[in-house]
């Protein structure tokens, strides 16, 4: 499976909506009232043996964007990605008046899923 199908499916649970890399506004999507999720992945890296690469580490990072502390959505957030080991950061926009809770966390897959 890919990473984006594994991400997409962990945050799908969250009923939180979610986009990856940033929000774009069309003619019939606005960017959501917070609370809003936008996740990407960091850094790809390939491990493997005899010249071929056979498994990739994603650092991937979930950001939770909220008017306020979404301690609510902290946790379900946390519920979601708590098969893997993660580090939380937590900023404020001030000039967008939001508050960010940040996560990261590595996913490994194997060549193939």
Do not use: H
Request: zero cysteines.
């Amino acid at each position: 499976m890919k990473v984006k199908n594994i991400i997409e499916a962990l945050l799908a649970k969250t009923n939180i909506p979610f986009t990856e890399r940033r929000w774009n506004e069309y003619k019939d999507r606005s960017i959501p009232s917070p609370p809003y999720i936008v996740w990407f992945v960091e850094v790809e890296e390939g491990f493997g043996a005899d010249e071929k690469v056979l498994a990739k580490q994603s650092t991937v990072t979930v950001e939770l964007y909220a008017d306020t502390r979404d301690y609510e959505s902290e946790k379900v957030i946390e519920d979601v990605i708590a098969p893997y080991e993660w580090t939380k950061y937590i900023g404020e926009i001030e000039d967008e008046s939001l508050i960010y809770v940040s996560y990261t966390f590595d996913l490994y897959t194997k060549k193939g899923d």
